[in-house]
Protein backbone atom coordinates (compact mmCIF):
# COMPACT_ATOMS: atom_id res chain seq x y z
CA UNK A 1 0.00 0.00 0.00
CA UNK A 2 3.40 2.27 0.55
CA UNK A 3 3.96 2.50 -2.95
CA UNK A 4 0.81 3.24 -4.52
CA UNK A 5 -0.33 5.88 -1.76
CA UNK A 6 3.37 7.16 -2.68
CA UNK A 7 2.76 7.09 -6.73
CA UNK A 8 -0.96 8.48 -5.99
CA UNK A 9 0.40 11.56 -4.06
CA UNK A 10 2.97 12.23 -6.23
CA UNK A 11 0.61 12.13 -9.14
CA UNK A 12 -1.81 14.64 -7.93
CA UNK A 13 1.16 16.71 -6.80
CA UNK A 14 2.66 16.86 -10.42
CA UNK A 15 -0.50 17.55 -11.69
CA UNK A 16 -0.78 20.67 -9.48
CA UNK A 17 -3.45 22.72 -11.83
CA UNK A 18 -5.52 19.92 -12.44
CA UNK A 19 -5.26 18.58 -8.60
CA UNK A 20 -5.94 22.57 -7.32
CA UNK A 21 -9.05 22.85 -9.88
CA UNK A 22 -10.93 19.66 -8.65
CA UNK A 23 -10.24 20.50 -5.12
CA UNK A 24 -12.12 23.77 -5.42
CA UNK A 25 -15.03 21.72 -7.24
CA UNK A 26 -15.43 19.22 -4.68
CA UNK A 27 -14.86 22.38 -2.10
CA UNK A 28 -17.36 24.29 -2.93
CA UNK A 29 -20.06 20.61 -3.25
CA UNK A 30 -18.86 20.20 0.23
CA UNK A 31 -19.43 23.52 1.74
CA UNK A 32 -22.77 23.76 0.30
CA UNK A 33 -23.98 20.50 1.92
CA UNK A 34 -22.59 21.41 5.24
CA UNK A 35 -23.83 24.87 4.91
CA UNK A 36 -27.97 23.27 3.49
CA UNK A 37 -27.64 20.63 6.59
CA UNK A 38 -26.80 22.99 9.31
CA UNK A 39 -29.19 25.65 7.80
CA UNK A 40 -32.36 23.12 7.26
CA UNK A 41 -31.45 21.05 10.36
CA UNK A 42 -31.11 24.43 12.73
CA UNK A 43 -34.49 25.76 11.10
CA UNK A 44 -35.89 22.47 12.29
CA UNK A 45 -34.51 22.26 15.65
CA UNK A 46 -36.00 25.68 16.09
CA UNK A 47 -39.46 24.68 15.12
CA UNK A 48 -39.34 21.36 17.10
CA UNK A 49 -37.71 23.47 20.12
CA UNK A 50 -40.87 26.14 19.96
CA UNK A 51 -43.73 23.69 18.74
CA UNK A 52 -42.52 21.49 21.70
CA UNK A 53 -42.06 23.74 23.90
CA UNK A 54 -45.54 24.42 25.12
CA UNK A 55 -46.48 20.48 24.64
CA UNK A 56 -46.25 16.91 25.61
CA UNK A 57 -44.28 14.62 23.70
CA UNK A 58 -47.11 12.21 23.86
CA UNK A 59 -50.71 12.71 25.75
CA UNK A 60 -52.31 9.35 27.10
CA UNK A 61 -56.27 9.88 27.54
CA UNK A 62 -59.21 7.42 28.65
CA UNK A 63 -60.48 5.67 25.28
CA UNK A 64 -63.48 7.31 23.52
CA UNK A 65 -66.63 6.09 24.86
CA UNK A 66 -68.90 4.06 21.69
CA UNK A 67 -71.70 2.36 21.78
CA UNK A 68 -71.62 -1.25 21.89
CA UNK A 69 -74.09 -3.53 20.07
CA UNK A 70 -75.05 -7.24 21.45
CA UNK A 71 -73.88 -10.01 19.75
CA UNK A 72 -76.41 -11.28 17.22
CA UNK A 73 -78.10 -14.37 17.41
CA UNK A 74 -76.79 -16.24 13.65
CA UNK A 75 -79.58 -15.75 10.77
CA UNK A 76 -80.64 -12.50 12.12
CA UNK A 77 -80.71 -9.19 10.61
CA UNK A 78 -80.97 -5.92 12.72
CA UNK A 79 -81.62 -2.30 11.80
CA UNK A 80 -79.45 0.36 14.06
CA UNK A 81 -80.56 3.26 14.70
CA UNK A 82 -77.53 4.89 16.78
CA UNK A 83 -76.83 8.03 18.84
CA UNK A 84 -73.87 8.75 18.96
CA UNK A 85 -72.15 9.50 22.30
CA UNK A 86 -71.02 12.51 23.43
CA UNK A 87 -67.65 12.16 25.38
CA UNK A 88 -68.03 13.42 29.01
CA UNK A 89 -65.37 14.35 31.10
CA UNK A 90 -63.80 11.47 32.91
CA UNK A 91 -60.75 10.39 34.61
CA UNK A 92 -58.11 7.18 33.34
CA UNK A 93 -59.46 4.16 34.84
CA UNK A 94 -56.19 3.28 37.55
CA UNK A 95 -54.00 6.17 36.69
CA UNK A 96 -51.70 5.93 39.39
CA UNK A 97 -51.27 2.24 38.07
CA UNK A 98 -50.43 3.55 34.29
CA UNK A 99 -48.43 6.18 35.80
CA UNK A 100 -46.13 3.61 37.31
CA UNK A 101 -45.88 1.45 34.15
CA UNK A 102 -45.37 4.69 31.82
CA UNK A 103 -42.59 5.98 34.64
CA UNK A 104 -40.57 2.58 33.46
CA UNK A 105 -41.65 2.60 30.20
CA UNK A 106 -38.18 2.47 27.68
CA UNK A 107 -37.18 5.79 25.63
CA UNK A 108 -39.81 7.59 27.98
CA UNK A 109 -38.01 10.74 29.82
CA UNK A 110 -40.92 12.33 31.78
CA UNK A 111 -44.26 11.35 32.91
CA UNK A 112 -46.93 14.20 34.55
CA UNK A 113 -50.53 13.21 35.48
CA UNK A 114 -52.88 16.66 34.16
CA UNK A 115 -56.70 17.13 35.12
CA UNK A 116 -58.19 19.30 32.46
CA UNK A 117 -61.52 21.03 31.71
CA UNK A 118 -63.38 23.77 30.58
CA UNK A 119 -64.92 26.40 33.49
CA UNK A 120 -65.51 30.70 33.11
CA UNK A 121 -62.98 32.91 34.82
CA UNK A 122 -64.87 35.82 36.41
CA UNK A 123 -64.21 39.05 38.31
CA UNK A 124 -66.87 41.50 38.15
CA UNK A 125 -69.04 41.58 35.08
CA UNK A 126 -66.41 40.49 32.99
CA UNK A 127 -66.47 36.82 31.97
CA UNK A 128 -63.80 34.73 29.93
CA UNK A 129 -63.88 31.11 29.34
CA UNK A 130 -60.62 29.02 30.17
CA UNK A 131 -59.18 25.34 30.42
CA UNK A 132 -58.52 24.37 33.73
CA UNK A 133 -54.94 22.67 34.10
CA UNK A 134 -54.30 20.74 37.68
CA UNK A 135 -51.08 19.67 37.72
CA UNK A 136 -47.92 18.78 40.03
CA UNK A 137 -45.72 21.54 39.27
CA UNK A 138 -42.25 19.10 39.83
CA UNK A 139 -43.65 16.85 37.22
CA UNK A 140 -45.19 18.98 34.77
CA UNK A 141 -41.91 20.94 34.64
CA UNK A 142 -40.45 18.09 33.06
CA UNK A 143 -43.20 18.07 29.84
CA UNK A 144 -43.49 22.40 29.92
CA UNK A 145 -40.49 24.22 31.27
CA UNK A 146 -43.03 26.73 32.82
CA UNK A 147 -41.13 28.45 35.26
CA UNK A 148 -38.84 29.90 32.12
CA UNK A 149 -41.70 31.53 31.12
CA UNK A 150 -43.26 33.58 34.23
CA UNK A 151 -43.47 37.01 33.86
CA UNK A 152 -44.27 37.97 36.98
CA UNK A 153 -44.69 36.19 40.31
CA UNK A 154 -43.97 32.68 41.20
CA UNK A 155 -45.03 28.99 39.73
CA UNK A 156 -46.89 27.74 42.66
CA UNK A 157 -50.34 26.27 42.89
CA UNK A 158 -52.55 24.83 45.65
CA UNK A 159 -53.51 26.32 48.62
CA UNK A 160 -56.04 28.82 46.54
CA UNK A 161 -53.14 30.05 44.14
CA UNK A 162 -53.23 30.14 40.87
CA UNK A 163 -50.91 30.67 37.71
CA UNK A 164 -52.37 32.13 34.43
CA UNK A 165 -51.71 33.64 31.12
CA UNK A 166 -50.60 37.04 30.21
CA UNK A 167 -53.63 37.61 27.80
CA UNK A 168 -56.23 36.58 30.45
CA UNK A 169 -54.53 38.64 32.67
CA UNK A 170 -54.92 41.64 30.75
CA UNK A 171 -58.61 40.74 29.73
CA UNK A 172 -59.38 40.69 33.54
CA UNK A 173 -57.01 43.41 33.81
CA UNK A 174 -55.44 41.15 36.83
CA UNK A 175 -52.07 41.41 38.32
CA UNK A 176 -50.32 38.96 41.01
CA UNK A 177 -52.01 39.09 43.82
CA UNK A 178 -55.54 39.74 42.77
CA UNK A 179 -58.44 37.29 42.74
CA UNK A 180 -60.79 36.45 40.50
CA UNK A 181 -63.51 33.29 40.46
CA UNK A 182 -63.48 30.33 38.47
CA UNK A 183 -67.11 28.89 37.95
CA UNK A 184 -66.94 25.19 36.32
CA UNK A 185 -69.95 23.06 35.59
CA UNK A 186 -73.34 22.67 37.92
CA UNK A 187 -71.99 26.13 39.44
CA UNK A 188 -69.16 24.53 41.70
CA UNK A 189 -66.90 27.58 42.43
CA UNK A 190 -63.65 28.37 43.69
CA UNK A 191 -62.02 31.73 44.18
CA UNK A 192 -58.35 31.66 43.68
CA UNK A 193 -55.56 33.63 44.53
CA UNK A 194 -53.19 35.02 40.99
CA UNK A 195 -49.21 33.44 42.18
CA UNK A 196 -48.21 33.87 38.61
CA UNK A 197 -48.39 34.95 35.25
CA UNK A 198 -46.55 33.40 32.36
CA UNK A 199 -46.66 34.10 28.94
CA UNK A 200 -45.47 30.91 26.73
CA UNK A 201 -45.62 33.03 23.42
CA UNK A 202 -48.97 30.95 21.56
CA UNK A 203 -51.62 33.09 21.90
CA UNK A 204 -54.30 30.43 22.76
CA UNK A 205 -52.72 29.16 25.88
CA UNK A 206 -51.80 32.81 26.98
CA UNK A 207 -55.31 33.79 26.79
CA UNK A 208 -57.00 30.33 28.16
CA UNK A 209 -54.90 28.47 30.78
CA UNK A 210 -55.62 28.84 34.36
CA UNK A 211 -52.97 26.30 36.42
CA UNK A 212 -53.84 24.64 39.55
CA UNK A 213 -52.78 22.27 41.78
CA UNK A 214 -54.34 18.71 40.91
CA UNK A 215 -56.52 18.28 44.23
CA UNK A 216 -58.50 22.05 43.41
CA UNK A 217 -59.20 21.12 39.76
CA UNK A 218 -60.64 17.58 40.71
CA UNK A 219 -63.09 19.36 42.76
CA UNK A 220 -63.70 21.69 40.24
CA UNK A 221 -64.31 18.95 37.59
CA UNK A 222 -65.84 17.05 39.93
CA UNK A 223 -63.24 14.53 39.61
CA UNK A 224 -62.20 12.99 43.02
CA UNK A 225 -58.60 11.72 42.84
CA UNK A 226 -59.10 11.74 39.09
CA UNK A 227 -56.59 12.69 36.09
CA UNK A 228 -57.71 12.80 32.37
CA UNK A 229 -54.53 13.21 30.40
CA UNK A 230 -50.94 11.73 31.50
CA UNK A 231 -48.15 13.89 29.57
CA UNK A 232 -45.11 12.52 28.67
CA UNK A 233 -41.90 13.23 27.06
CA UNK A 234 -39.19 11.04 25.08
CA UNK A 235 -35.78 10.95 24.98
CA UNK A 236 -35.98 10.93 21.36
CA UNK A 237 -38.58 12.96 19.98
CA UNK A 238 -39.15 11.63 16.68
CA UNK A 239 -39.82 8.04 18.28
CA UNK A 240 -42.68 9.55 20.22
CA UNK A 241 -45.10 8.13 17.31
CA UNK A 242 -43.83 4.53 17.95
CA UNK A 243 -43.49 4.88 21.84
CA UNK A 244 -47.58 6.18 21.48
CA UNK A 245 -48.52 2.83 19.63
CA UNK A 246 -47.03 1.03 21.80
CA UNK A 247 -48.54 2.34 25.42
CA UNK A 248 -51.72 2.45 23.15
CA UNK A 249 -51.20 -1.34 22.97
CA UNK A 250 -50.22 -2.15 26.20
CA UNK A 251 -52.34 -0.01 28.47
CA UNK A 252 -55.66 -0.04 25.99
CA UNK A 253 -55.59 3.75 26.50
CA UNK A 254 -55.69 6.71 23.77
CA UNK A 255 -52.05 7.41 23.35
CA UNK A 256 -51.88 10.20 20.76
CA UNK A 257 -48.32 11.74 19.74
CA UNK A 258 -46.80 15.57 18.84
CA UNK A 259 -46.45 13.84 15.36
CA UNK A 260 -50.05 12.91 15.11
CA UNK A 261 -51.02 16.34 16.56
CA UNK A 262 -49.07 18.39 14.12
CA UNK A 263 -49.42 16.40 10.81
CA UNK A 264 -49.00 19.35 9.21
CA UNK A 265 -45.85 20.55 10.50
CA UNK A 266 -44.31 17.06 10.41
CA UNK A 267 -45.27 17.08 6.97
CA UNK A 268 -43.64 20.05 6.23
CA UNK A 269 -40.20 19.14 7.82
CA UNK A 270 -40.19 15.84 6.36
CA UNK A 271 -40.45 17.41 3.17
CA UNK A 272 -38.29 20.03 3.45
CA UNK A 273 -35.40 17.16 4.94
CA UNK A 274 -36.17 15.34 1.68
CA UNK A 275 -35.64 18.43 -0.68
CA UNK A 276 -32.06 19.00 1.58
CA UNK A 277 -31.45 15.43 1.48
CA UNK A 278 -31.98 15.51 -2.81
CA UNK A 279 -30.02 18.70 -3.33
CA UNK A 280 -26.88 16.64 -1.05
CA UNK A 281 -27.08 13.78 -3.66
CA UNK A 282 -26.90 15.46 -6.43
CA UNK A 283 -24.58 17.73 -5.50
CA UNK A 284 -22.48 14.58 -4.70
CA UNK A 285 -23.11 13.09 -8.07
CA UNK A 286 -21.64 16.39 -9.78
CA UNK A 287 -18.92 16.08 -7.61
CA UNK A 288 -18.41 12.76 -8.28
CA UNK A 289 -18.51 13.21 -11.54
CA UNK A 290 -15.79 15.94 -11.38
CA UNK A 291 -13.57 13.51 -9.45
CA UNK A 292 -14.11 10.63 -12.26
CA UNK A 293 -13.31 12.80 -15.35
CA UNK A 294 -10.22 14.68 -13.84
CA UNK A 295 -8.88 11.18 -12.85
CA UNK A 296 -10.06 10.00 -16.40
CA UNK A 297 -7.98 12.05 -18.41
CA UNK A 298 -5.22 11.51 -15.64
CA UNK A 299 -5.20 7.79 -16.96
CA UNK A 300 -5.22 8.64 -20.69
CA UNK A 301 -2.21 11.16 -19.28
CA UNK A 302 0.01 8.87 -18.09
CA UNK A 303 -0.46 5.88 -20.11
CA UNK A 304 2.96 5.88 -20.58
CA UNK A 305 4.37 6.08 -17.45
CA UNK A 306 1.69 3.12 -16.22
CA UNK A 307 2.72 0.83 -19.07
CA UNK A 308 6.18 1.17 -17.53
CA UNK A 309 5.21 0.61 -13.96
CA UNK A 310 3.58 -2.32 -15.71
CA UNK A 311 6.85 -3.47 -17.44
CA UNK A 312 8.59 -3.67 -14.37
CA UNK A 313 6.74 -5.62 -12.44
CA UNK A 314 3.52 -3.66 -10.83
CA UNK A 315 0.35 -5.88 -11.16
CA UNK A 316 -2.99 -4.69 -12.15
CA UNK A 317 -4.10 -4.59 -8.64
CA UNK A 318 -1.41 -1.85 -7.66
CA UNK A 319 -2.53 0.25 -10.50
CA UNK A 320 -6.47 -0.13 -9.53
CA UNK A 321 -5.15 1.06 -5.97
CA UNK A 322 -2.92 3.92 -7.07
CA UNK A 323 -6.44 5.64 -9.03
CA UNK A 324 -8.54 4.26 -6.08
CA UNK A 325 -6.05 6.54 -3.54
CA UNK A 326 -6.22 9.19 -5.89
CA UNK A 327 -10.23 9.38 -5.79
CA UNK A 328 -10.16 8.91 -1.61
CA UNK A 329 -7.36 11.83 -1.40
CA UNK A 330 -8.90 14.10 -3.38
CA UNK A 331 -12.34 13.37 -1.90
CA UNK A 332 -10.84 14.13 1.79
CA UNK A 333 -8.77 16.87 1.09
CA UNK A 334 -11.80 18.63 -1.15
CA UNK A 335 -14.20 18.06 2.21
CA UNK A 336 -12.23 19.12 4.32
CA UNK A 337 -11.64 22.34 2.51
CA UNK A 338 -15.31 22.49 1.76
CA UNK A 339 -15.98 21.56 5.31
CA UNK A 340 -14.44 24.39 6.50
CA UNK A 341 -16.09 26.91 4.02
CA UNK A 342 -18.97 25.08 5.18
CA UNK A 343 -18.70 26.56 8.61
CA UNK A 344 -17.73 29.60 7.29
CA UNK A 345 -20.58 30.58 5.47
CA UNK A 346 -22.56 29.24 8.49
CA UNK A 347 -20.67 31.79 11.26
CA UNK A 348 -21.28 34.58 8.38
CA UNK A 349 -24.99 33.60 8.55
CA UNK A 350 -24.84 33.69 12.30
CA UNK A 351 -23.27 36.86 12.51
CA UNK A 352 -24.62 39.14 9.71
CA UNK A 353 -27.53 36.90 8.55
CA UNK A 354 -31.48 37.71 9.25
CA UNK A 355 -30.49 36.71 12.95
CA UNK A 356 -34.26 34.64 13.00
CA UNK A 357 -32.31 31.82 14.67
CA UNK A 358 -29.01 30.66 15.08
CA UNK A 359 -27.65 27.63 13.50
CA UNK A 360 -25.55 24.85 15.56
CA UNK A 361 -23.53 22.47 13.48
CA UNK A 362 -23.22 19.09 14.34
CA UNK A 363 -20.34 17.69 15.82
CA UNK A 364 -20.51 15.08 13.41
CA UNK A 365 -21.79 16.78 10.99
CA UNK A 366 -18.45 17.54 9.57
CA UNK A 367 -16.76 14.02 9.93
CA UNK A 368 -19.60 12.68 8.13
CA UNK A 369 -19.52 15.00 5.09
CA UNK A 370 -15.75 14.28 4.93
CA UNK A 371 -16.12 10.27 5.77
CA UNK A 372 -18.82 10.40 2.89
CA UNK A 373 -16.91 12.61 0.35
CA UNK A 374 -14.01 10.28 0.51
CA UNK A 375 -15.73 7.68 -0.29
CA UNK A 376 -17.73 9.17 -3.09
CA UNK A 377 -14.10 10.14 -4.08
CA UNK A 378 -13.30 6.32 -4.09
CA UNK A 379 -15.87 4.94 -5.77
CA UNK A 380 -15.73 7.76 -8.57
CA UNK A 381 -12.51 6.92 -9.34
CA UNK A 382 -13.25 3.05 -9.75
CA UNK A 383 -13.93 3.61 -13.57
CA UNK A 384 -10.95 5.07 -14.21
CA UNK A 385 -8.55 2.72 -11.97
CA UNK A 386 -10.06 -0.50 -13.77
CA UNK A 387 -9.45 1.58 -16.97
CA UNK A 388 -5.49 1.92 -16.04
CA UNK A 389 -5.56 -1.15 -14.39
CA UNK A 390 -6.44 -3.17 -17.75
CA UNK A 391 -4.26 -1.04 -19.94
CA UNK A 392 -2.10 -3.65 -21.91
CA UNK A 393 1.29 -2.73 -21.54
CA UNK A 394 2.45 -3.56 -24.82
CA UNK A 395 0.05 -0.45 -26.18
CA UNK A 396 0.93 1.90 -23.17
CA UNK A 397 4.47 1.83 -23.24
CA UNK A 398 4.57 2.82 -26.99
CA UNK A 399 1.39 5.23 -26.19
CA UNK A 400 2.61 8.84 -27.67
CA UNK B 1 26.69 -23.23 -23.30
CA UNK B 2 25.81 -25.75 -20.65
CA UNK B 3 22.35 -25.79 -19.12
CA UNK B 4 23.15 -22.82 -16.01
CA UNK B 5 24.00 -20.44 -18.94
CA UNK B 6 20.85 -20.60 -20.69
CA UNK B 7 18.89 -17.25 -19.77
CA UNK B 8 16.03 -17.55 -22.42
CA UNK B 9 15.17 -19.99 -25.16
CA UNK B 10 12.11 -19.71 -27.94
CA UNK B 11 10.75 -23.27 -29.01
CA UNK B 12 8.46 -22.49 -32.48
CA UNK B 13 7.23 -19.20 -31.16
CA UNK B 14 4.66 -18.28 -33.55
CA UNK B 15 2.36 -14.96 -32.99
CA UNK B 16 -0.11 -13.90 -34.88
CA UNK B 17 -3.17 -11.68 -34.44
CA UNK B 18 -6.92 -11.80 -34.84
CA UNK B 19 -6.65 -15.55 -34.32
CA UNK B 20 -9.54 -17.28 -35.78
CA UNK B 21 -10.73 -14.33 -37.54
CA UNK B 22 -10.51 -13.94 -41.14
CA UNK B 23 -7.93 -11.38 -40.88
CA UNK B 24 -5.66 -13.61 -38.96
CA UNK B 25 -2.43 -12.85 -39.52
CA UNK B 26 0.56 -14.59 -38.09
CA UNK B 27 3.90 -12.41 -37.86
CA UNK B 28 6.53 -14.45 -36.27
CA UNK B 29 6.25 -18.48 -38.32
CA UNK B 30 8.11 -20.84 -35.09
CA UNK B 31 10.99 -18.88 -34.14
CA UNK B 32 13.55 -20.90 -32.39
CA UNK B 33 16.22 -19.30 -30.50
CA UNK B 34 18.63 -19.74 -27.84
CA UNK B 35 20.26 -16.53 -25.36
CA UNK B 36 22.93 -17.36 -22.93
CA UNK B 37 24.28 -15.20 -19.90
CA UNK B 38 26.98 -14.16 -21.74
CA UNK B 39 25.41 -13.46 -24.70
CA UNK B 40 25.77 -9.56 -25.82
CA UNK B 41 22.87 -9.76 -29.04
CA UNK B 42 21.44 -6.89 -31.13
CA UNK B 43 18.37 -8.48 -33.22
CA UNK B 44 18.50 -6.06 -36.24
CA UNK B 45 15.60 -6.19 -38.96
CA UNK B 46 13.41 -3.77 -41.60
CA UNK B 47 10.71 -2.05 -40.52
CA UNK B 48 7.55 -4.66 -40.02
CA UNK B 49 9.73 -7.30 -39.90
CA UNK B 50 7.92 -8.68 -36.40
CA UNK B 51 10.81 -7.04 -33.90
CA UNK B 52 8.80 -5.23 -31.83
CA UNK B 53 6.27 -8.23 -31.55
CA UNK B 54 9.38 -10.42 -30.30
CA UNK B 55 10.53 -8.32 -28.08
CA UNK B 56 7.30 -7.91 -26.20
CA UNK B 57 7.19 -11.55 -26.25
CA UNK B 58 10.78 -11.96 -25.05
CA UNK B 59 9.63 -9.31 -21.83
CA UNK B 60 6.52 -11.27 -21.12
CA UNK B 61 4.26 -8.25 -22.43
CA UNK B 62 2.84 -10.81 -24.38
CA UNK B 63 1.86 -14.13 -24.81
CA UNK B 64 2.98 -16.48 -28.05
CA UNK B 65 -0.04 -17.95 -29.75
CA UNK B 66 1.88 -21.41 -30.49
CA UNK B 67 5.77 -22.43 -29.44
CA UNK B 68 6.80 -21.52 -25.77
CA UNK B 69 9.63 -19.25 -24.40
CA UNK B 70 11.56 -20.61 -21.44
CA UNK B 71 12.92 -18.04 -19.38
CA UNK B 72 15.85 -19.71 -17.31
CA UNK B 73 14.55 -23.26 -18.01
CA UNK B 74 10.85 -22.27 -17.20
CA UNK B 75 7.79 -22.69 -19.74
CA UNK B 76 5.94 -19.18 -19.78
CA UNK B 77 3.24 -19.63 -22.04
CA UNK B 78 0.43 -20.95 -19.78
CA UNK B 79 1.33 -18.55 -16.80
CA UNK B 80 -1.58 -15.75 -16.04
CA UNK B 81 -1.15 -12.42 -16.43
CA UNK B 82 0.01 -12.00 -12.17
CA UNK B 83 2.46 -14.98 -12.53
CA UNK B 84 3.88 -13.30 -15.85
CA UNK B 85 4.05 -10.09 -13.75
CA UNK B 86 6.00 -11.45 -11.56
CA UNK B 87 8.63 -13.45 -13.39
CA UNK B 88 9.11 -10.17 -15.66
CA UNK B 89 9.94 -8.31 -12.54
CA UNK B 90 11.93 -10.86 -11.18
CA UNK B 91 14.14 -11.64 -14.19
CA UNK B 92 13.54 -8.86 -16.93
CA UNK B 93 15.35 -5.48 -17.29
CA UNK B 94 13.53 -3.14 -19.95
CA UNK B 95 15.39 0.06 -21.72
CA UNK B 96 13.04 1.71 -23.99
CA UNK B 97 13.89 4.27 -26.69
CA UNK B 98 12.25 6.88 -25.29
CA UNK B 99 13.34 6.63 -21.91
CA UNK B 100 9.81 6.27 -19.74
CA UNK B 101 11.49 7.65 -16.35
CA UNK B 102 8.24 8.99 -14.14
CA UNK B 103 8.83 12.84 -13.63
CA UNK B 104 7.44 12.66 -10.64
CA UNK B 105 10.05 10.95 -8.68
CA UNK B 106 13.83 11.88 -8.93
CA UNK B 107 16.53 9.75 -11.09
CA UNK B 108 17.22 7.61 -7.72
CA UNK B 109 13.69 7.13 -6.62
CA UNK B 110 12.94 5.98 -10.53
CA UNK B 111 16.25 3.71 -10.05
CA UNK B 112 14.64 2.10 -7.05
CA UNK B 113 11.00 1.76 -8.77
CA UNK B 114 11.13 -1.57 -9.89
CA UNK B 115 11.71 -3.20 -6.15
CA UNK B 116 9.44 -0.31 -4.73
CA UNK B 117 6.66 -1.53 -6.89
CA UNK B 118 7.47 -5.42 -6.17
CA UNK B 119 8.61 -5.47 -2.26
CA UNK B 120 7.17 -1.68 -1.33
CA UNK B 121 9.48 0.60 1.22
CA UNK B 122 13.18 0.09 0.00
CA UNK B 123 15.66 -1.52 2.25
CA UNK B 124 19.13 0.32 2.99
CA UNK B 125 20.62 -2.18 -0.08
CA UNK B 126 18.15 -1.35 -2.51
CA UNK B 127 18.99 2.41 -1.95
CA UNK B 128 22.61 1.36 -1.56
CA UNK B 129 22.37 -0.55 -4.76
CA UNK B 130 20.51 2.48 -6.34
CA UNK B 131 23.26 5.22 -5.38
CA UNK B 132 25.97 2.56 -6.53
CA UNK B 133 24.38 1.83 -9.92
CA UNK B 134 23.79 5.58 -10.57
CA UNK B 135 27.37 5.96 -9.89
CA UNK B 136 28.24 3.62 -12.20
CA UNK B 137 26.30 5.25 -15.16
CA UNK B 138 28.20 8.37 -13.92
CA UNK B 139 25.28 10.43 -12.43
CA UNK B 140 26.66 10.28 -9.00
CA UNK B 141 25.79 14.16 -8.80
CA UNK B 142 22.56 13.91 -10.04
CA UNK B 143 20.57 11.25 -7.81
CA UNK B 144 18.21 13.48 -6.24
CA UNK B 145 17.29 15.72 -9.88
CA UNK B 146 13.93 14.97 -11.47
CA UNK B 147 14.46 13.88 -15.04
CA UNK B 148 13.26 16.67 -16.44
CA UNK B 149 16.39 18.51 -15.35
CA UNK B 150 18.35 15.63 -16.71
CA UNK B 151 19.70 15.16 -20.55
CA UNK B 152 18.29 12.93 -23.09
CA UNK B 153 21.33 11.03 -22.24
CA UNK B 154 21.43 11.23 -18.69
CA UNK B 155 17.99 10.14 -18.70
CA UNK B 156 18.45 7.20 -20.68
CA UNK B 157 21.53 6.38 -18.64
CA UNK B 158 19.23 6.40 -15.75
CA UNK B 159 16.36 4.36 -16.89
CA UNK B 160 19.60 1.79 -17.86
CA UNK B 161 20.23 1.96 -14.29
CA UNK B 162 16.77 1.09 -13.24
CA UNK B 163 16.38 -1.84 -15.70
CA UNK B 164 19.44 -3.05 -13.81
CA UNK B 165 18.07 -2.72 -10.20
CA UNK B 166 16.62 -6.20 -9.79
CA UNK B 167 19.55 -7.88 -10.97
CA UNK B 168 17.82 -9.13 -13.72
CA UNK B 169 19.19 -12.49 -15.75
CA UNK B 170 18.06 -10.42 -19.33
CA UNK B 171 17.83 -7.16 -20.56
CA UNK B 172 15.93 -5.83 -23.16
CA UNK B 173 16.39 -2.70 -24.76
CA UNK B 174 14.27 -1.31 -27.36
CA UNK B 175 16.23 1.28 -29.97
CA UNK B 176 17.74 2.60 -26.55
CA UNK B 177 19.45 4.88 -28.44
CA UNK B 178 16.80 5.61 -31.17
CA UNK B 179 17.09 9.29 -29.78
CA UNK B 180 20.55 9.98 -28.96
CA UNK B 181 23.18 12.01 -30.87
CA UNK B 182 26.62 9.37 -31.79
CA UNK B 183 28.40 9.84 -29.29
CA UNK B 184 26.05 9.75 -25.97
CA UNK B 185 24.71 6.85 -27.84
CA UNK B 186 28.50 4.81 -28.14
CA UNK B 187 28.32 5.87 -24.27
CA UNK B 188 25.02 4.52 -23.78
CA UNK B 189 26.57 1.32 -25.45
CA UNK B 190 29.71 1.24 -23.31
CA UNK B 191 27.62 0.76 -20.33
CA UNK B 192 25.15 -2.32 -22.15
CA UNK B 193 28.69 -3.97 -22.29
CA UNK B 194 29.89 -3.69 -18.98
CA UNK B 195 26.77 -4.75 -17.48
CA UNK B 196 27.33 -7.79 -19.72
CA UNK B 197 30.28 -8.70 -18.19
CA UNK B 198 30.49 -7.81 -14.88
CA UNK B 199 26.64 -8.68 -13.69
CA UNK B 200 26.49 -11.32 -15.73
CA UNK B 201 23.41 -10.40 -17.82
CA UNK B 202 22.28 -11.42 -21.08
CA UNK B 203 21.87 -8.49 -23.32
CA UNK B 204 19.63 -7.80 -26.63
CA UNK B 205 19.10 -4.38 -27.75
CA UNK B 206 17.02 -3.83 -30.87
CA UNK B 207 18.37 -1.52 -32.99
CA UNK B 208 18.35 0.23 -36.64
CA UNK B 209 22.10 1.47 -36.53
CA UNK B 210 24.44 -0.79 -37.82
CA UNK B 211 27.26 0.49 -35.90
CA UNK B 212 26.16 -0.58 -32.96
CA UNK B 213 24.94 -3.65 -33.99
CA UNK B 214 28.46 -4.43 -35.46
CA UNK B 215 29.90 -4.03 -31.47
CA UNK B 216 27.56 -6.56 -30.27
CA UNK B 217 28.95 -10.39 -30.08
CA UNK B 218 25.89 -11.66 -31.96
CA UNK B 219 23.47 -9.99 -34.78
CA UNK B 220 20.38 -11.90 -34.75
CA UNK B 221 18.27 -10.55 -38.40
CA UNK B 222 14.54 -11.44 -38.12
CA UNK B 223 12.99 -10.39 -41.33
CA UNK B 224 9.25 -11.12 -42.30
CA UNK B 225 8.99 -12.83 -38.62
CA UNK B 226 11.54 -15.32 -39.02
CA UNK B 227 15.04 -15.43 -38.72
CA UNK B 228 17.17 -15.27 -41.68
CA UNK B 229 20.63 -15.08 -39.76
CA UNK B 230 22.41 -15.81 -36.41
CA UNK B 231 26.04 -14.29 -36.67
CA UNK B 232 28.65 -14.54 -33.87
CA UNK B 233 31.61 -12.62 -33.63
CA UNK B 234 34.80 -12.80 -31.19
CA UNK B 235 34.27 -10.73 -28.27
CA UNK B 236 36.18 -7.50 -28.97
Known sequence: MWIESTIALRFLREGRAQTTLILIGIGVGVSVIVFIVALITGLQGNIVDRTLGTQAHIKVEAPDEINRLAPLPAGTTRLVLETRRAQRLRSINNWQQVMGVLDQFPGVKAVSPV?????????????????????????????????????????????????????????????????????????????VNIAGIFELGVRELDQRYVYLDLKQTQSLLDL???????????????????????????????????????????????????????????????????????????????????????????????????????????????????????????????????????IPVAPTLVPMAMAIATITGTVAAAVPARRAARLDPVVAIRHV | ??????????????????????????????????????????????????????????????????????????????????????????????????????????????????????????????????????????????????????????????AIARALITRPALLLADEPTGNLDTKTAASVFDLFRRFNREHGCAVLVVTHDPRLSAVCDRTITLVDGAIVSDERRPRA
Open chain 2, 1 to 158: MSDQDEVLRLAGLRKSYNVGLPTELEVLHGLDLTLGRSDFASLVGPSGSGKSTLLNLLGLLDAPTAGDLYLLGEPTRTLDDEARTSLRAKSIGFVFQFHHLMPAFTAVENVMMPMLVTHGRPSAQTLERARTLLDEVGLAEFMDRKPQELSGGQQQRV
Open chain 1, 115 to 191: VSGPAFARRGNAVESVALVGMDPARYQRIIPLSEDIVAGRLTVGAGDAVIGRLLADDLGLRVGDKFRLVADQGREAQ
Open chain 1, 224 to 358: PGGVTVIDLTVNDIFTAQDVSRRIAALTGLKAESWLDTNAQLVNALRSQSMSTAMISFFVAVSVAFGIASVLSISVVQRTREIGILRAMGARQRQLLLVFLVQGAVLGLTGSAVGAFAGYGLVWVFNTFGPKLFY
